[in-house]
Structure formats: structure tokens, C-alpha cells
């Protein structure tokens, strides 16, 4: 069984500063790991992922995300917020071989200005 | 990219009527689909993985005789609210699977906000 559990449901960030959302996932085998971001009323949209080799993960938008296995985890991270940044952040992990991928609850990040 | 779009993006309907919502892969074929519900500032919660020309598989707890899916091709899924009541009304997301790209990577569909009266 898989599961994802992801830090904090709301996270406030100012204008320019690090972004970080936290992931800590659990799987009975590899994992493949991803971060999704929705904006009000749309669907998901793939920032980055993790499938294998390089575990530091650069998706879009400046997002990055590493993942330690010794660790279970998978952190969202951005250098700079950005006000567009502003949105709900999944988390989560497939690979379990019935191509199901789980979610996370959710993050909601704010950017202030 | 892989592009999913669903149809309608918005519907409203009376509690008893039924509602059917498309899933379509725009350019590549999907052999697997999946039809997620999301409630207000909740996570998306998968209802059932739809299988091109087989029977869907059903999460716990989702009754499959309420939420009809069908998967008649490689490029659409359906998904039919019968006797629709208030408590459908929710955030209706369905992904696909790239079978090509060789990956577990889903893409999404925009949604579908239902909301029965």
C-alpha cells in the first residue's frame, strides 16, 4: 500500500522568499513521485517528477524537488516566491504496479505581497 | 504535450435526472483512465480506474451502480451520475495514462463542477 502525507495544509510565503512544501510518501516498492499544482476551479498540472536516476528534480515554473529515500521524502521547493505561485500543491506517489497514483491532502500556498 | 479534456466543464441538474460526463485523450491513446471527485479545498479522491473495453474497477466505498463508467475507446471514457442527489455535487477530475510514453505519468483532464438542485 501506498500513502503520502504532506506537512502543513496552508503555507504563507512573502513575495521572494524560499519556498518550501514538505511530502513524506510510503511504498512497499519504488516509488514514482510527483508534485502537482490547481489553480481555483481547473484541473492538475504536472510541476515536476520523480520516476528514477537523479534525485534532485527541476520541474517548472523554478520549482525543484529532491528525493531522499533515506528520508521517505520528497520536498517541494522554490527559491523565490512569486504572487502567480499563489494555489492548492498535491503531492503524490504511484508505482505499485495497478498504475493508481495516491494524493496527498493538499497544500495550499499564499504569497504576500 | 498529452492534452485530456472533459466535457461538460460546468453542469447543473435536478436531483433525480442523470448526468454524463466525457473524458477524451486528444492526441494519444489511453488504454487506462481514471475518474477522481474532489470536494471543496479537499484532496482528489479516486473513484475507479476505467480499462478500455472491460469493466471498471471500483474504489471502496463508490457505489458503481450511482457512477456508470464506460470506456467504449482508446480515447474516451464516460463517466454517468444516475439519480443524481445534492450530495454528488463535487469537482469531477478524470486522468489518463500515456501507455506510449511508457511511464506512470497521468494527465489531467480541466474538470467537471456538478451541482445538483
Known amino acids: 500500500a501506498q500513502s503520502v502525507t504532506q506537512l502543513g495544509s496552508h503555507v504563507s510565503v512573502s513575495e521572494g522568499a524560499l519556498v518550501l512544501l514538505r511530502c513524506n510518501y510510503s511504498s512497499s516498492v519504488p516509488p514514482y513521485l510527483f508534485w502537482y499544482v490547481q489553480y481555483p476551479n481547473q484541473g492538475l498540472q504536472l510541476l515536476l517528477k520523480?520516476?528514477?536516476?537523479?534525485?534532485l528534480v527541476k520541474g517548472i515554473n523554478g520549482f525543484e524537488a529532491e528525493f531522499k529515500k533515506s528520508e521517505t521524502s520528497f520536498h517541494l521547493t522554490k527559491p523565490s516566491a512569486h504572487m502567480s505561485d499563489a494555489a492548492e500543491y498535491f503531492c503524490a506517489v504511484s508505482g505499485d504496479g495497478g498504475f493508481k497514483t495516491i494524493f496527498g491532502a493538499g497544500t495550499r500556498l499564499f504569497v504576500k505581497a | 504535450g498529452a492534452v485530456v479534456s472533459q466535457h461538460p466543464s460546468w453542469v447543473i441538474c435536478k436531483s433525480g435526472t442523470s448526468v454524463k460526463i466525457e473524458c477524451r485523450s486528444l492526441?494519444?491513446?489511453?488504454?487506462?483512465m481514471f475518474w477522481y471527485r474532489q470536494f471543496p479545498k479537499q484532496s482528489l479522491m479516486l473513484m475507479a480506474t476505467s480499462n478500455e473495453g472491460s469493466k471498471a474497477t471500483y474504489e471502496q466505498g463508490v457505489e458503481k451502480d450511482k457512477f456508470l463508467i464506460n470506456h467504449a475507446s482508446l480515447t474516451l471514457s464516460t463517466l454517468t451520475v444516475t439519480s443524481a442527489h445534492p450530495e454528488d455535487s463535487s469537482f469531477y477530475i478524470c486522468?489518463?495514462?500515456?501507455?506510449?510514453?511508457?511511464?506512470?505519468?497521468?494527465?489531467f483532464g480541466p474538470g467537471t463542477r456538478l451541482t445538483v438542485t
Open positions: 486522468s489518463a495514462r500515456d501507455q506510449g510514453a511508457g511511464s506512470y505519468e497521468q494527465y
Open positions: 492526441d494519444f491513446q489511453a488504454t487506462t
Open positions: 520523480y520516476t528514477t536516476g537523479a534525485t
